[in-house]
């Protein structure tokens, strides 16, 4: 069994509020599951290098004691896509991006993943919007990750960590 660590990681169109999210929300589950072989990173298609997280995504995760404030946006690389075991996405856009980098077998919407293929629905983008509408991104999130993680170690038995 390798001693490295499984690679999971969220992309979305600038990387500064669903995949920021995802990012922190899974570090939490990942903790939280005593999984500490496991890395999280996330990315956007289009991201502004070096931003931060928007300031609903900040406030959002601090409501919930979780810190992006370190937060920098990345562009999605190959790199990035051939060091992930997983590669999750917000929208049908995302996984295209993600697939034209060589991610085929190794990446699927967020939702469809953690359904089994139940739905097929992106993850709602809250850019823009008022804090209610962070908060039910970040609750959507949270509830898809769960789910998402729970299948992913369940699949992979031979380096789950």
């Known amino acids: ?36 072989a496991v ?24 409501e919930r004691g979780l810190d992006l404030s370190r937060h920098r946006s990345r562009q999605l690389t190959r790199a990035m896509v051939d060091g992930a075991d997983l590669v999750l996405t917000m929208g049908p856009s995302h996984l295209a991006a993600v697939q034209s980098l060589g991610g085929e077998t190794k990446a699927a919407l967020l939702a469809d993943y953690a359904t089994y293929g139940e ?28 789910r998402a993680l729970d299948r992913w170690l369940a699949e992979r038995p031979s380096r789950t960590p």
């Open 119 to 146: 739905s097929q629905r992106p993850v709602s983008d809250p850019i823009g919007g008022e804090l209610p509408v962070y908060r039910a991104t970040y609750e959507e999130l949270h509830r898809l990750i769960q």
């Open 1 to 36: 069994m390798p001693d490295t660590p499984l690679t999971l990681l969220f992309v979305c169109t600038g990387n500064t509020c669903r995949s920021p999210m995802a990012e922190v929300i899974a570090r939490e589950l990942v903790r939280e599951r005593g999984l500490g």
């Open 39 to 62: 890395a999280v990173q996330s990315a956007g298609i289009a991201a502004d290098e070096l931003s931060g997280a928007s300031e609903g995504s900040l406030l959002v995760a601090m």
